[in-house]
């Protein structure tokens, strides 16, 4: 019954008014499913290759839809993937694309959740219980890569680890994004926003820092739990290799500084979460600052891993960061962001689930993120193509009720 029949491929647009890939899969019996692929601005050395999308939907249409239709089954996950795999041909999916990939990954699993009339997590769900929902985080102010003379720090991510469940969860993030617009205004700086919805003055990083705090004990005070927030350090995006130092402007900090400067800033602001706050191939420097304040925070790593389970048992050998970041489009396909999600539970290891800063109003991690139990999801707080997973989220939990 889920034997898929047609795969069909287009270019859309995603929420940086940029092309990207999505894929409709139907089967034998009528089932659908559709899914868009993200794409990363800030992106690791290590990720599978994005094609642009015009080539990537004729690669594979020329070489993985004929080893799908009529051929694998939309309800076996591991067996679509593998075909899409089979026909790629590479390690990271420089054939067809991994925009390509993961559309029809996400659209085929769509279409057997479809014809068992099931929702996608529970479809997903595996052995996986699918009983806790995952802490949203939300990105209230952001420079870097994300957003022109703005902060160096990439991401201030708004965490309400204290709330009761994922609806009042989703209205704390948004209720600090709008806290921060408040005191921005008081402070009479006028801005933008970045690529995620959040907000991206021109100030420096140690003013950002002061206004999330603000905003966060402002917001826990009115909603009566524990809002802490988070860091995306993009660290990669700072480091100059040559030099071997992190650049904040004109300042300039050694690894063992900036091992230090990460370590402060999780104490004195109790930091419930740091991305990336080393460069992608400092696995030592990641093992160090676990070290110092791994029992207090996760230290996540996404350029460091990549959703890669090689990269992440390097990860695991050296102790080094305590939870990965999961970015199906990183890796290409819904059956290995699976594998990287096993083998850090396993391992000890947080898994968290993530959005990119070009999106769609695709809902899929959404999903991914129940049915692995994942701890967090990283999701944005505003913007049609973010509050599409928030939304989604909130009627996954309505629904289980």
Do not use: W
């Given at each position: 019954m889920t034997l898929v029949t047609d795969v069909r491929l287009r270019r859309v647009l995603d929420s940086r008014g940029?092309?990207?890939?999505?894929?409709?899969?139907?089967?034998?019996?009528?089932?659908?499913?559709r899914a868009a692929a993200p794409s990363g601005a800030s992106t690791g050395e290590y990720e599978a290759i994005e094609l642009p999308p015009g080539?990537?939907?004729?690669?594979?249409?020329?070489?993985a839809v004929p080893q799908l239709e009529g051929r694998v089954y939309a309800g076996n996950q591991r067996e679509v993937d593998a075909a899409l795999r089979g026909a790629d041909g590479t390690d990271d999916f420089s054939g067809i694309g991994a925009n390509s990939a993961v559309a029809i990954s996400m659209a085929a699993a769509k279409?057997?959740?479809?014809?068992?009339?099931?929702?996608?997590?529970?479809?997903l769900g595996g052995t996986f219980r699918g009983e806790n929902f995952p802490t949203p985080l939300g990105n209230v102010v952001g420079g870097g890569e994300h957003a022109a003379d703005a902060t160096y720090i990439q991401e201030f991510l708004a965490a309400p680890v204290g709330a009761p469940n994922v609806t009042d969860a989703?209205?704390?993030?948004?209720?600090?994004?709008?806290?921060?617009?408040?005191?921005?205004?008081?402070?009479?700086?006028?801005c933008g926003k970045g690529d995620e919805g959040a907000w991206a003055p021109s100030i420096d990083d140690a003013e950002a820092f002061e206004i999330v705090d603000e905003a966060t004990d402002v917001v826990s005070s009115d909603v009566g739990f524990e809002v802490g927030f988070g860091l995306d350090v993009a660290a990669s995006e700072l480091y100059d290799a040559d030099a071997e130092v992190y650049r904040y402007g004109d300042d300039e900090k050694t690894t063992d500084e900036q091992v230090e400067y990460i370590a402060d800033l999780v104490r004195e602001y109790d930091l419930v979460y740091v991305e990336d706050p080393l460069d992608e191939d400092d696995y030592e420097g990641f093992a160090d600052l676990t070290e110092r304040v791994g029992e207090q925070t996760l230290?996540?790593?996404?350029?460091?891993?990549?959703?890669?389970?090689?990269?992440?048992?390097t990860g695991i050998d050296l102790d080094a960061a305590n939870s990965i970041l999961i970015k199906p489009n990183q890796i290409g396909t819904l059956a290995d962001a699976f594998d990287a999600v096993e083998l850090a539970v396993r391992n000890g290891y947080d898994p968290v689930i993530s959005h990119r800063s070009g999106e769609t109003e695709d809902a899929t991690i959404a999903h991914l993120a129940v049915a692995t139990d994942a701890p967090f999801i990283k999701t944005?707080?505003?913007?049609?193509?973010?509050?599409?997973?928030?939304?989604?989220?909130?009627?996954?939990?309505?629904d289980a009720l």
């Open positions: 940029n092309p990207t890939v999505e894929a409709d899969v139907l089967t034998e019996s009528g089932g659908f499913g080539e990537a939907i004729a690669n594979a249409r020329e070489h279409a057997g959740a479809d014809v068992l009339g099931a929702p996608l997590f529970q479809h989703v209205f704390a993030n948004a209720a600090v994004h709008a806290a921060v617009a408040d005191i921005l205004d008081e402070r009479g700086e006028s230290v996540c790593g996404d350029d460091l891993f990549v959703t890669n389970t090689e990269r992440l048992r944005g707080a505003v913007g049609g193509e973010r509050t599409a997973k928030l939304n989604e989220l909130i009627r996954i939990a309505d």
